[in-house]
Nanobody
């Protein structure tokens, strides 16, 4: 599976962006999908994930209520709607897919497929 992340850009604090993670080469419907981010000088961190069925979603505490993950298996795409963006959300955002177990869904090492990353910059 090849993943392509897109939708990043520069916004002011309080603004919104929608990231897309498009899969090719194979269906993503059998994979859990996660979004991770990495700010300069920091480790990659979990942001959100969605189970293959789409029935369960998970979020980093600081983005709960602001970010929404969803998937459209018919279009082989997973989305991350980001509202009320803050400067601390500035990072390169990566999507990842894999057959992770539930206990490992927040950890990047449990994902087999990665997109190339898309930069989100939030100015104050």
């Amino acid at each position: 599976v090849q993943l392509q992340a897109s939708g990043g850009g520069m916004v002011q604090a309080g603004g919104s962006l929608r990231l897309s993670c498009a899969a090719s080469g194979r269906t993503i419907s059998t994979n859990n999908v996660g979004w991770f981010r990495q700010a300069p000088g920091k480790e990659r961190e979990f942001v959100s994930a969605i189970r293959r069925s789409g029935g369960s979603t998970y979020y980093k505490d600081s983005v709960k209520g602001r970010f929404t993950i969803s998937r459209d298996n018919a279009w082989n795409t997973v989305y991350l709607q980001m509202n009320s963006l803050q400067p601390e959300d500035t990072a390169v955002y990566y999507c990842a897919g894999g057959n992770t177990v539930l206990s490992g869904i927040r950890y990047p090492q449990n994902y087999a497929y990665w997109g190339q990353g898309t930069l989100v910059t939030v100015s104050s």
